[in-house]
Each structure stands twice: as structure tokens, then as C-alpha cells.
């Protein structure tokens, strides 16, 4: 069945069945861009612009939109099939350990991977860089890395510890990648534990960080999974 009502004053993401994501609570929304090296390693996220909007505003799911990131309708003139497929069991259940620095928990969730780029250098991976944490130049490093990813596939822990995150206000970044043939339009960055409500009114797991779909290509919707990033043609009609 389609989402109750939701007060415009709970700050809530909610899915709409094969249209946009209504967003409720004037939560803040944010313009961010990669800032890669010059041999094209994404290095840290920098805010280019701060989007008016209301206290209630609906983002783009299909990626057609004339007036992204906001929601046009053309959703509804296309063949844009918004099915959420996404992984319903939590991150604590999927993701793993990696061997690293004694004291430190380093984990991954590939499931949660967008392909963000900040997961390693030209030179080595990381998991390459965590089994070397021992040394506390490439830990800091390794650690810099986990609280870059917009997706939060990686995080860390003292052991035995609660995963230690990043501290994020609640807002919502339409980011823009940058790859080897220029700037695309990339996922939505979900911070600061912001509630995201499915069209069949199930809530996604309540995380510090979520990355959305806003090219309407992910095979996990509402998640995005990088297919921005591929630049993938779109079908015969659209």
C-alpha cells in the first residue's frame, strides 16, 4: 500500500511508487562535488551551493529531471519503473571484518558500495591500506578514507566498540562526481540518521549515512549502486 501521511514538520524521506522522493522536515539540501587529485583519486567532498526550498520538496528518482535535483514529473512521461529491490537485512548482517591494526575493527559492507572512488589510491586498495594499519600514518589515512564514503559501506571501530562515525547535521547532498570524462550527476548523500520511508511504507535501516538513487538505473532502488557512474545508455523511448 502506498505511505500514510506524513506531517511536514517530521523530517522524513519518503519513496513515492515509481515517482520522486518527497522530502518532509525542511530538512536542508546541499550542492556537493568531488575534489579528485590530479590523477583523478577522489580526495575529499567540497559544498559548491545551498538549494532553496520549502519545508516540503520532492527530489528526482528517474535522472530525466530538466531541474535536477528536484523532481520535474517527468517521471510520469517516461517508462521509469521505480520497484525497490533493495537488501532488507541489516548492515550488522552483512558486512565483514578486515584484517588490520589490533585495536582497530575495520569493516565493509559491499552491499551498501556505490563506487564512490574513495576507497583506495592509484597505488594501492584498502584493503592493501588497512593490513598495513599498523603503521599509524596509513591508519589515519585508512580511517580519512571510511569517513569520506557517502554510502557508509566502510566504517571502523576501537574493538569491542560501537562503530565510531563521522559527526553529519541532517541534510541531504546532491552530489556531483567527477570521472575521467567529466561530471555526472551522482547520488543523493543522506546524513545524519534521517528516517527513509519505502513506498510500501517500510522503513530502510536507520544509518548516519545513505546514498539514494537519482539516476533511476540502480539494481537496488531506493540504494544507489554506481550506475551513474557508468554512464549507462538509456533505453529506446526515453
Known amino acids: 500500500m502506498e505511505n500514510p501521511e506524513t506531517s511536514p514538520t517530521e523530517k522524513v524521506i519518503v519513496v513515492k511508487r515509481n515517482g520522486p ?6 530538512i536542508p539540501l546541499l550542492r556537493r562535488i568531488q575534489v579528485v587529485s590530479e590523477y583523478g583519486e577522489p580526495l575529499t567532498w567540497k559544498t559548491t551551493e545551498t538549494f532553496a526550498t520549502r ?34 537485512l541489516s548492515t550488522l548482517e552483512r558486512r565483514k571484518d578486515l584484517p588490520g591494526a589490533a585495536q582497530f575493527a575495520f569493516r565493509r559492507d559491499d552491499y551498501l558500495c556505490m563506487e564512490s572512488g574513495f576507497c583506495g589510491t592509484r597505488t594501492s586498495t584498502f584493503d ?16 580519512a578514507m ?26 541531504i547532498a546532491a552530489t556531483t562526481d567527477i570521472l575521467s570524462d567529466g561530471p555526472v550527476e551522482g547520488a543523493l548523500w543522506v546524513m545524519g540518521k534521517i528516517p527513509v520511508r519505502r513506498a510500501d511504507g517500510k522503513l530502510l535501516e536507520l544509518r548516519n549515512r545513505v546514498t539514494l538513487c537519482s539516476c533511476g538505473r540502480s539494481e537496488k ?18
Not at 519545508?55 to 531541474?67: E, I
Not at 569517513?147 to 541534510?171: H, K, N, V
Open 146 to 171: 571510511i569517513e569520506r564514503c557517502p554510502s557508509g559501506c566502510l566504517t571502523y571501530a576501537l574493538i569491542g566498540e560501537e562503530d565510531i562515525e563521522p559527526s553529519l547535521p541532517q541534510e
Open 55 to 88: 519545508r516540503t520538496y520532492l527530489l528526482c528518482r528517474c535522472g530525466k529531471s530538466k531541474t535536477m535535483p528536484f523532481c520535474d514529473s517527468t517521471h510520469a512521461r517516461i517508462p521509469f519503473d521505480g520497484t525497490e529491490t533493495a537488501d532488507e
Open 221 to 238: 532502488k531506493p540504494l544507489c549502486d554506481g550506475a551513474h557512474r557508468r554512464r549507462i545508455a538509456p533505453p529506446d523511448g526515453e
Open 21 to 26: 522522493y518527497k522530502v518532509y522536515g525542511d
Open 128 to 143: 592493501q591500506l588497512v593490513a598495513q594499519s599498523a603503521d599509524s600514518s596509513v591508519r589515519s589515512q585508512v580511517i
